[in-house]
């Protein structure tokens, strides 16, 4: 049976995710559980846990975890660290359970404006691992977008914008999910939704009507109206966060095509950004939270 001499645990709200770790840190074995947070009762985070790891011994390993296990709803709640500080902040939160040592990694918190991340702050210290002295903003697009200012290996300030929930609210549950029903994509009509949107922001609310309009009217196509409608909120949210990532250094975590949007409406404003891969950064932050923990 496999022996790992410590354990990185990414448990979002979906998904859990484990790797098997020499001392090293080389990933020895990997396996994933779709019991995510959504789906457990506090009573039952231990069990899952242990369902996970089952083909391995465990004993006298430490757990490293991050993400939502660790949120109100999760197996036990780990406080939030106050900006500014390191992305992986001094004290974990130990649930009791029995054989297995589980380290749960604290969130981060602003006072003002009022904002909390839990897991990405996981991923900005893996970038950081893997950066040395990295000056400037970091991107984490998904269902709700962080932008969040580094400077001397600190995180100073970060903003969340909901913008991928808007999305799926908007596609889903509005007279617009008649009009972008579609799997097809049109970049030119990405790029002028972005563009609008940072030129009025103020006339999002008309201009997202709009595409019903043109589709009734002028037959706009279902897959130019989904990517015009991304556009608009995407291009919404760059005008919102233009303090943080105007004439600074940016850094897009995440992989697949939402950070590649993102990646594309900067460059549209002259801000080129990196985009860099989530898993590898996410496990990079585990690993840096077990050498604090150690020491």
Sequence with gaps: MLKPDW?????????MRAWAMSASGTVLDEVRSDRGMGSLKPAEFEQALRDAIAPWDHKGAPMIACGMVGAKQGWMEAPYAAVPCAATP????????GDLDVYII????QADPADVMRGEETQIAGFLSMNKNWDGVICLPGTHTKWAHISADEVVSFQTYMTGDLFAAISGNTVLKHSVNSDDWDNDAFDGGVADAMARPERLAARLFSLRAEGLLNGMQNGTAKARLSGLLIGAELAG???????????VIGAGGLCSLYVRALAAQSAPATQVKGDAITLAGLTAAFKRLKG
């Design 7 to 15: 354990i990185a645990v990414d448990w979002g709200t979906s998904n």
């Design 106 to 109: 604290a969130g981060l918190k």
């Design 90 to 97: 001094e004290g974990f939160t130990k649930p009791d359970a």
């Design 241 to 251: 966060a233009k303090p943080y990532w105007l004439g600074q250094q940016v850094a």
